[in-house]
């Protein structure tokens, strides 16, 4: 079992910045990506990063492409993900996930999810 415990989020305003963290226990599957997704109210769960434990393998999804970072941790076995320039339209529950494969979609653990919301 992979425990994901996030930290960060909460409101920040448009242009502004946001910083979320995720740390991993448990079983880990140090060799397929951990990253981030998001689901808005009344959309479908959306990738947004992911980054492979050796840090040397980072993936984006064309919504933050540019504006944002993701870095790991392997002392803490934690990742952080730095988005920059938020929009409104940034506003969702992110959550952090653990692939079960070498694709940084196919995430088979979630942790709770943290709100971000972003005010124009």
């Known amino acids: 079992q992979v425990q994901l415990v996030e930290s960060g989020g909460g409101l920040v305003q448009a242009g502004g910045s946001l910083r979320l963290s995720c740390a991993a226990s448990g079983r880990t599957f140090s060799r397929f990506p951990m990253g981030w997704f998001r689901q808005a109210p009344g959309k479908e769960r959306e990738f947004v990063a992911a980054i492979s434990w050796s840090g040397t393998r980072t993936y984006f999804g064309d919504s933050v492409k540019g504006r944002s970072t993701i870095s790991v941790d392997n002392a803490k076995r934690a990742i952080t993900l730095q988005m920059n320039s938020l929009k409104p339209e940034d506003t969702a529950v992110y959550y952090c996930?653990?692939?079960?494969?070498?694709?940084?979609?196919?995430?088979?653990?979630w942790g709770q999810g943290t709100q971000v919301t972003v005010s124009s």
């Open positions: 996930a653990a692939a079960i494969t070498d694709d940084q979609r196919n995430a088979g653990y």
